[in-house]
């Protein structure tokens, strides 16, 4: 069983099942299922579909990894007050909603004044959601390409917005 063709092959099935489970991007749990995959590799039976074993693998350690944080957040939070605190209400008031907006608007210009080739990253990564290998082919440029466009734009736009953070 070669990893790099697993990876390859079912890499976008692996971040699509763990951010529809978890709803956020998580390279540490992809990791780990690699990780797994790999250290079982030896049970795996060709019996089934290995896509399947795959699917199988990325969400139970993507519902463990809720359980774990659900249990961390129900252990730091046991008073009272501190549920309490944790409960946010759903409508924003004025002020809140005018100062979002102008973080927003900020936030904008600072991405517009980036160099064309992070801002297009960016926007992809961030804003539209697509997973490094789907911003690969559209760029057509290696991931590593994307990987390093997507960190200097992180770092140029913090460095704008060290005032708002």
Known sequence: MDLKEIISTH???????????TN?????????VY??????????????????WIRTISANLSKDYLKSSQKKLSDNSTADEDVLSLIR???DTPEELLL???????????????????????????IENKSYE????????PI??????????K?????????LL
């Open 155 to 163: 770092k140029d736009l913090a460095e704008m917005l060290k005032d």
């Open 24 to 32: 956020e991007h998580n390279e540490d749990l992809e990791q780990e």
């Open 89 to 91: 209400s759903k409508k």
């Open 134 to 141: 789907e911003i690969s082919e559209k760029l057509k440029c």
């Open 100 to 126: 979002k907006r102008e973080r927003q608007k900020i936030i904008s210009e600072a991405i517009n004044t980036l160099k064309p080739k992070f801002k297009e990253v960016i926007m992809l990564y961030e």
């Open 35 to 52: 990780c797994k995959i790999w250290k079982n590799s030896n049970k795996y039976q060709e019996k089934g579909f290995l896509n399947a």
């Open 144 to 153: 590593g390409t994307v990987k390093s466009r997507i960190y200097n734009a």
């Open 11 to 21: 890499g976008a099935t692996v971040r699509n099942i763990i951010k529809r489970i």
